[in-house]
């Protein structure tokens, strides 16, 4: 059994993930979405029996408010919670990006950042995977594969150094503030494009085609393009679950995947909670997919994107795509049309504001 549960993470990540027995199944937890958010998983965690409060692993995967705000709410500011065990945190912070390793870490943490997550990681193992270096792809070497228990694989396909040394000069002023105040300012005018107030107007198939071929400017944000991106392998069912990464970035790394042709994974958490700016036409046509996982509520920006759908709808192959959303918003609710359904060949199922949007892989 292969579960990975979409929890409602407001417009942010947070994936819940079990695997083995159903009975007693091993479990991992990638992001925790907004601060709010996080208390609500910390409530999660707290409904389990002691015993089965244990994570192999907790993936942070960027900085931004909507991935990391709930794990210091959850977690980092919190009480300790009792019986809970993390086998290993994986998380870039600031000496990593430029290669550094956890000791250099917990050597150079700011006020900010030491008085929170760096005080809690201090005593957490830290990257324990990669020695304490950093969690990344380093173009022209070999993918780095972790065996975690029960033989379910992780390989990390982003981000590279080059990402993370872009995010060194914002760092200190723009993450470390977040971290402080548990908010980002990232959100202002020209780096977060947003959404339609309202939906497209689409009569056949030339207008589909149409919107998916909407001039869209790439995603630039330093935080995104530092995200961790990783490839789910248990038994023989996949998952690509792509953060907030570049769509070309991850064009990149599914190529140095080695493979001929489309990558054939059962899911893809698509990027940036469905933003045009990631979702590029190549990027659909890189992977062999019937399941396109979107997390947002619409909050803030109006994702999903209905030109990032297009594109799903359009190059995604097999055809007749699911478009599995973890929660039903103003935004991602226009998909829910008998008419375009029968007329553009999708699927949709939506998850619910309680528990989001689980995918049981068998």
């Not at 830290?126 to 380093?138: D, E, K, L, M, S």
């Not at 497209?200 to 919107?211: A, G, I, K, Q, T």
Request: glycine share 10%; with cysteine.
């Amino acid at each position: 059994m292969l579960s990975v549960r979409l929890l409602p993470a407001r417009q942010g990540d947070a994936i819940w993930i079990r695997w083995g027995a159903e009975e007693h199944p091993y479990q991992l937890l990638i992001d925790m979405g907004t601060e709010g958010v996080g208390e609500q998983v910390r409530e999660r965690i707290l409904v389990l029996p002691e015993a089965q409060r244990r994570f192999e692993l907790l993936v942070v995967t960027h900085v931004d408010r909507d991935h990391i705000g709930g794990v210091l709410t959850a977690l980092a500011d919190a009480d300790p919670i009792a019986g809970l065990v993390i086998g290993d945190v994986w998380f870039n912070g600031y000496p990593h990006l430029k290669g550094g390793t956890v000791s250099s870490a917990l050597e150079s943490m700011g006020p900010a950042q030491g008085a929170r997550l760096g005080n809690w990681l201090k005593d957490m193992p830290w990257n324990r995977a990669f020695q304490g270096a950093p969690v990344q792809r380093v173009p022209g070497e070999d993918l780095k594969r972790i065996t975690l228990v029960d033989d379910l694989v992780l390989t990390v396909l982003g981000p590279t150094p080059q990402r993370l040394l872009e995010l060194e000069p914002v760092w200190i002023e723009e993450v470390e503030a977040a971290i402080a105040k548990g908010s980002l300012h990232r959100e202002v005018a020209g780096l977060e494009p947003m959404g339609p107030k309202t939906p497209p107007s689409l009569e056949d198939r030339h207008d589909l085609e149409m919107l998916a071929e909407t001039r869209t400017d790439r995603d630039k944000s330093e935080a995104n393009g530092s995200s961790i991106v990783l490839l789910l392998e248990y038994r023989d069912k996949s998952v690509l679950l792509a953060s907030d990464a570049f769509g070309s970035d991850l064009i990149e790394s599914i190529g140095a995947l080695g493979g001929s042709g489309r990558l054939k994974v059962d899911a893809f958490k698509v990027p940036h909670h469905c933003s045009q700016s990631n979702i590029v036409p190549d990027l659909v046509g890189a992977v062999d997919c019937g399941c396109w996982l979107v997390s947002t509520d619409g909050t803030q920006f109006r994702h999903p994107d209905p030109v990032a759908l297009a594109r799903i709808i359009l190059h995604a192959q097999p055809s007749s795509p699911l478009l599995a959303f973890n929660v039903k918003s103003k935004y991602s609710g226009w998909w829910d049309n008998d008419k375009w359904r029968d007329l553009f060949d999708y699927r949709t199922r939506y998850g619910s504001d309680a528990e989001g949007f689980e995918l049981r892989l068998e």
